[in-house]
């Protein structure tokens, strides 16, 4: 039953990585990793003016700015996790739209 298991670990860990090979260019990383500072120092600068500017932190946009700001660093220093679950959970697929669309609410 072990080698089972494995087997489809391994699968999906094949998938994973090759789905996130596509995303593997250093501009896209760059991007990435000043959007993940730049909304963390526009955070920590004023909390305020900033959850006044996105329509105020609830109990949805918080947890996704902080995760998807953490997510945009890590894939933008070039960190990958070793798990598939982990590489999952920090996807940059869905980080980077849900970062963007925080600093275009704030930046607009």
């Given at each position: 039953?072990?080698?089972?298991?494995?087997?489809?670990?391994?699968?999906?860990?094949?998938?994973?990585?090759?789905?996130?090979?596509?995303?593997?260019?250093?501009?896209?990383r760059v991007l990435a990793l000043s959007m993940g500072l730049v909304t963390g120092a526009l955070v920590i600068w004023d909390p305020v003016l900033f959850a006044e500017e996105i329509g105020g932190f609830g109990p949805v946009i918080s947890p996704a700015l902080i995760w998807s700001c953490c997510t945009?660093?890590?894939?933008?220093?070039?960190?990958?996790?070793?798990?598939?679950?982990?590489?999952?959970?920090?996807?940059?697929?869905?980080?980077?739209?849900i970062l963007a669309g925080i600093l275009w609410l704030r930046l607009s």
């Amino acid at each position: 039953m072990t080698t089972v298991n494995q087997t489809v670990s391994n699968r999906i860990d094949l998938w994973v990585r090759t789905s996130h090979a596509w995303l593997a260019h250093s501009v896209l990383r760059v991007l990435a990793l000043s959007m993940g500072l730049v909304t963390g120092a526009l955070v920590i600068w004023d909390p305020v003016l900033f959850a006044e500017e996105i329509g105020g932190f609830g109990p949805v946009i918080s947890p996704a700015l902080i995760w998807s700001c953490c997510t945009a660093i890590i894939f933008g220093v070039g960190f990958v996790p070793r798990r598939w679950y982990w590489q999952l959970f920090f996807t940059p697929y869905a980080a980077l739209p849900i970062l963007a669309g925080i600093l275009w609410l704030r930046l607009s």
